[in-house]
């Protein structure tokens, strides 16, 4: 059985930072490719990074880019997402989520239960 | 960017009802796109990829059409289950964008 199991949220004050963690099991990790996609309390979806296979190309919304970091441990079955810089509008529930590799397309079949992040003081 | 415009923001629907909700990317995307379900306080759930492929395991009251720019989703004799958000997305190229939902409400 596939899982995703996102971890690291919590409570954080604006400029901080804040590491999450996406630990996958029941399928061969190394062979696809991974996005972090957030939703903000009572909003809707909104993509925030994606990466490769190998790491070697690596996409960023605008609205992230230059403050978060995805990155992946293909030995230890794990995506990351390194937050700095924290603002208030960063607040959402953060998902992992593994491409659809059945078409060429760029979307999910499978998505963790979502790890909470707060930024407030 | 591509723009994803869904539309009815929300639509009250009966049990056994047909219910569409469209979504339109600001340009061509081709077939790259992708219809999630989505219920409260749980994660997303792949209906539809391709625009009309469906996902293994989604009953087949659930269809997708559509290419180029316009697209819909036909739920054909809704359920109880059924009633939950829908998002569309766009699968084509980077930055990924999704519609802003649709939300199935019971009348």
């Known amino acids: 059985e596939v899982q995703l199991v996102e971890s690291g949220g919590g409570l954080v004050q604006p400029g901080g930072s804040l590491r999450l963690f996406c630990a996958a099991s029941g399928f061969t990790f190394s062979s696809y490719e991974m996005s972090w996609v957030r939703q903000a309390p009572g909003k809707g979806l909104e993509w925030v990074s994606h990466i490769r296979t190998g790491a070697n190309a690596i996409f960023y919304a605008d609205s992230v880019k230059g403050r978060f970091t995805i990155s992946r441990d293909n030995a230890k079955n794990s995506l990351y997402l390194q937050m700095n810089s924290l603002r208030a509008e960063d607040t959402a529930v953060y998902y992992c989520?593994?491409?659809?590799?059945?078409?060429?397309?760029?979307?999910?079949?499978?998505w963790g239960q979502g790890t909470l992040v707060t930024v407030s003081s | 960017d591509i723009q994803m415009t869904q539309s009815p923001p929300s639509v009250s629907a009966s049990i056994g009802d047909r219910v569409t909700i469209t979504c339109r990317a600001s340009?061509?995307?081709?077939?790259?796109l992708a219809w999630y379900q989505q219920k409260p306080g749980k994660a997303p759930k792949l209906l539809i990829y391709?625009?009309?492929s469906l996902q293994s395991g989604v009953p087949s009251r659930f269809s997708g059409s559509g290419s180029g720019t316009d697209f819909t989703l036909t739920i054909s004799n809704l359920q109880p289950e059924d009633f939950a958000t829908y998002y569309c997305q766009q699968a084509e190229s980077f930055p990924l964008t999704f519609g802003g939902g649709t939300k199935v409400e019971i009348k």
């Open positions: 340009q061509g995307i081709s077939s790259w």
């Open positions: 989520a593994r491409e659809n590799i059945v078409a060429a397309g760029n979307d999910f079949d499978n």
């Open positions: 391709a625009a009309s």
